[in-house]
């Protein structure tokens, strides 16, 4: 067979209602088309990998590498199909149909692309504000990377819902009221999925922390979405909803450099006023004696029930508690020495009771007028 028989046949011979020649050009079209988009997708990931490596554009080509690895080589496949199928002479409603996958094939790409992107912006986020403990499971980072694709995905949806001749009106309307009953009936794991995301967004504690809430003292152990752990001084974890947790005061002590400690003492009322001017001077001594601590004041400060009351206020230096406790110990008993050297006791609570001397009750019935004589009758 001669070229021009070929090519004579090519064009009279038709498969499926469509001449062999334009079915030969619509596959060569797609082929070409998958070869191309491959080869520029395996140049621009192998450039953007080289730029990675490199210190001037790293962090740049770090993002188009990620977000170019989310392309599917399947939909790849079905764009130069698509091209092929252009290059046919179709009816009107099948280049329709391919208008419509060309938008099904656009919108599914951008989705993985933006979904590639949204796994790096948690990852940057979770490095960034997990540096002081890596270790953590950070509540924040999970529902940023939760909330941040069904909003992709839903929008995703739509379009493509939308471009397929849907009401999407109609369709978003009917969510509408279904979220409002799934939100009726899940109010309270709601209610802890907005506390928790409160929690990561103000950070009043972040794992590893001591905090206080209420009668429960301890360490952060986790930060969930619906409940935190906490890891008591007794040893036990508590696990509390986090809608129950920000209700409450809570007490964090990370950023405490300091400890501020007041006290109270009393000495008997008989106390010389010389000997009562002298003790605030002598905790002065005791207090300035310590290098880790910073005296305030040690005043008078009221004449009590069972004495004379003093108030002394001072800064510890550091925020440890044992260190407190025992700097405390120190100050109370070189407090005793000093007390025993003037003389003066500790006043103790002391109780007076006065006794009524005896009367008759105001019930008790009077005595009789006469002897009572007691006999028989004859």
Same mark, same amino acid.
């Given at each position: ?9 090519? &064009?009279?011979?038709? @498969? ?34 080289? !730029? ?11 993002? =188009? ?56 912006? *948690?990852? #940057?986020?979770?490095?960034? &504000? ?36 849907? !009401? ?20 309270? *794991? ?19 922390? @001591? ?17 935190? #752990? ?23 002590? #990370? ?39 910073? @005296? ?37 008993? =070189? ?5 025993? =050297?003037?003389?003066?006791? @500790?006043? *103790?609570?002391? #109780? ?27």
């Amino acid at each position: 067979m001669d070229t021009a028989s070929a090519t004579a046949w090519l &064009h009279h011979e038709t @498969f499926w209602g469509m001449s062999a020649a334009s079915l030969l050009i619509a596959t060569a079209a797609a082929l070409g088309t998958y070869l191309v988009l491959t080869v520029l997708l395996g140049w621009s990931m192998a450039r953007a990998k080289r !730029n990675a490596e490199s210190h001037e554009q790293h962090g740049a080509a770090q993002v =188009a590498l990620q977000v170019l690895s989310g392309t599917s080589h399947l939909l790849i496949l079905l764009a130069a199909l698509l091209v092929g199928a252009g290059m046919l002479d179709l009816p009107q409603r099948w280049h329709d149909r391919v208008g419509q996958l060309w938008f099904l094939a656009v919108a599914l790409q951008i989705g993985l692309w933006g979904t590639r992107a949204t796994v790096l912006v *948690v990852d #940057r986020y979770r490095v960034h &504000h997990g540096a002081t403990n890596p270790s953590q499971i950070s509540a924040s980072a999970t529902l940023m990377s939760w909330g941040l694709r069904t909003l992709l995905w839903a929008t995703v949806l739509l379009a493509i819902l939308s471009n397929l001749g849907v !009401n999407i009106t109609a369709f978003v309307a009917s969510l509408g009221v279904g979220g409002i009953a799934i939100a009726l009936a899940v109010q309270n *794991v709601l209610g802890d999925l907005f506390a928790s995301m409160a929690i990561a967004v103000d950070k009043p504690f972040e794992v590893g922390d @001591f905090i206080v809430v209420g009668s429960i003292a301890g360490t952060v152990q986790q930060i969930g979405v619906k409940t935190t #752990r906490i890891r008591s001084l007794s040893g036990e974890q508590v696990v509390m909803s986090n809608t129950d947790l920000l209700k409450q005061t809570i007490n964090n002590y #990370r950023y405490m450099q300091e400890r501020r400690i007041v006290f109270k003492f009393s000495v008997p009322y008989g106390t010389r006023p010389e000997d009562a001017e002298a003790i605030p001077q002598a905790v002065r001594r005791i207090i300035e004696a310590e290098p880790q601590a910073r @005296f305030d004041r040690a005043h008078l400060l009221a004449f009590g029930d069972s004495g004379l009351t003093y108030e002394v206020v001072y800064i510890v230096l550091d925020p440890g508690y044992n260190l407190y406790m025992d700097l405390q110990q120190k100050i109370n008993l =070189a407090l005793m020495r000093e007390l025993q =050297a003037l003389g003066v006791p @500790f006043a *103790v609570p002391v #109780r007076t009771l006065q006794m009524a001397p005896d009367q008759p009750a105001p019930w008790a019935p009077p005595p009789p007028a006469g002897p009572l004589h007691v006999g028989a009758r004859a």
